[in-house]
């Protein structure tokens, strides 16, 4: 009796969130996994949970690696973070009918909210678009976009097995043209710079990952963490000077005013881009100065991997409060809620129209 009190307690918050203003919701969160590196998460209906009124809607999606628990390298002791092990990473396919499958449990005004994606296909194969095309066809009326897929990434890249995966293989340019065709969003996870590059160099991805992009003017796309990473930093400290230099918000300005990446918008997801961000006082002046003037290409994002409560959910938000309080209200209003709309409603509508004509019985929602 207890479980089916706390099935209907869930359920009956849900709908009430449901039925809230969507101007009173805190965020849409446009980076979220529900699962993590082993395939373990939180139990959807509890998300919902989560969510409550504090979370308007979310992106939904697994992680497309799984560890490998090698008991040679390990022993008994059984990794579920790329950091615990040494062992391989392998390309899980499965995450997308899980994922799936979770959404379709759910009664449709809840679906409503969710915004499901596909990660579970290897970027450096040639069949790549069969697996996200397979998806679409399996589970019509599911899916919004792609993503978040990794190209290069600081200590996960090198743990892959199999082939390495490249900004410059034409595996990547059939996903991002396939999704350009359906009109499905990409979230890219790219760092821009290799772990702990050298001060003053130019950051070793940039240009590649500009070009790639440029070259996909029909797709929406989602830079994940503006290309930073945990030691990916935004800038090196001067040999002369402690102070920080805007060096990143500069080429992300430049990308901004590039007519040729119109196309493209940046996530402020996860804590460790957020850390950069407050660092000071004129980290924080200078993020908000970048946001306000450009607040049409900019999407809040958690990157939060299976959390257990509405507090955790929440804690990346407010690590941002620094920032956010220092834009104006438009601005705001669009980086944590209007662009995420904007963009997956239009992927809704392109993918279900997609699948009406190329899938038999696609779904109406």
Same mark, same amino acid.
């Given at each position: 009796?207890?479980?089916?009190?706390?099935?209907?307690?869930?359920?009956?918050?849900?709908?009430?969130?449901?039925?809230?203003?969507?101007?009173?919701?805190?965020?849409?969160?446009?980076?979220?996994?529900?699962?993590?590196?082993?395939?373990?998460?939180?139990?959807?209906?509890? $998300?919902?949970?989560?969510?409550? *009124?504090?979370?308007? %809607?979310?992106?939904?999606?697994?992680?497309?690696?799984?560890?490998?628990?090698?008991?040679?390298?390990?022993? #008994? &002791?059984?990794?579920? $973070? $790329?950091?615990?092990? *040494?062992? !391989?990473?392998? $390309?899980?396919? &499965?995450? *997308?009918?899980?994922?799936?499958?979770?959404?379709?449990?759910?009664?449709?005004?809840?679906?409503? %909210?969710? #915004?499901?994606?596909?990660?579970?296909?290897?970027?450096? #194969?040639?069949?790549?678009?069969?697996?996200?095309? %397979?998806?679409?066809?399996?589970? !019509?009326?599911?899916?919004?976009?792609?993503?978040? &897929?990794?190209?290069?990434?600081?200590?996960?890249? !090198?743990?892959?097995?199999?082939?390495?995966?490249?900004?410059?293989?034409?595996?990547?340019? %059939?996903?991002?043209? &396939?999704?350009?065709?359906?009109g499905l969003v990409v979230i890219l996870h790219n760092d821009i710079d290799i772990p702990f590059a050298k001060e003053g160099a130019t950051p070793v991805y940039l240009e590649q990952v500009k070009e790639t992009l440029r070259d996909h003017p029909g797709t929406s796309i989602i830079w994940a963490h503006t290309g930073l990473g945990r030691v990916v930093h935004p800038s090196q400290a001067s040999a002369s000077s402690t102070e920080r230099s805007p060096r990143h918000l500069e080429i992300v300005e430049g990308m901004l005013r590039d007519p040729k990446l119109k196309h493209v918008n940046f996530d402020i997801s996860w804590d460790e881009v957020a850390k950069y961000a407050i660092a000071t006082p004129e980290t924080i002046e200078r993020t908000a100065r970048l946001l306000n003037k450009y607040p049409d290409r900019f999407l809040f994002g958690t990157d939060n991997v299976a959390p257990a409560d509405q507090e955790t959910q929440l804690k990346v938000f407010h690590m941002w409060d620094p920032v956010f309080a220092k834009l104006k209200p438009e601005a705001r209003e669009k980086i944590l809620k209007g662009n995420y709309e904007r963009l997956f409603d239009e992927a809704r509508r392109k993918v279900r129209a997609w699948e009406a004509k190329n899938v038999k019985k696609a779904g109406n929602n």
């Open positions: 009796m207890g479980t089916l009190l706390a099935l209907a307690l869930s359920a009956s918050m849900a709908s009430q969130a449901q039925e809230q203003d969507p101007d009173d919701y805190l965020f849409n969160d446009s980076h979220f996994h529900l699962t993590n590196y082993v395939q373990k998460g939180t139990p959807i209906e509890k $998300y919902l949970e989560i969510m409550g *009124d504090k979370v308007g %809607r979310s992106t939904l999606f697994g992680i497309p690696l799984q560890q490998t628990w090698s008991h040679e390298n390990s022993g #008994d &002791f059984a990794p579920t $973070y $790329y950091l615990h092990s *040494d062992a !391989p990473l392998y $390309y899980y396919s &499965f995450t *997308d009918a899980f994922i799936a499958n979770a959404y379709l449990s759910l009664p449709e005004e809840q679906r409503a %909210r969710l #915004d499901p994606m596909i990660t579970g296909f290897n970027p450096a #194969d040639m069949y790549a678009v069969d697996h996200i095309r %397979r998806v679409l066809e399996t589970y !019509p009326g599911v899916f919004s976009g792609i993503g978040e &897929f990794t190209i290069h990434k600081e200590f996960v890249s !090198p743990k892959v097995a199999g082939d390495v995966a490249s900004l410059t293989d034409p595996a990547l340019d %059939r996903v991002f043209d &396939f999704a350009g065709e359906v």
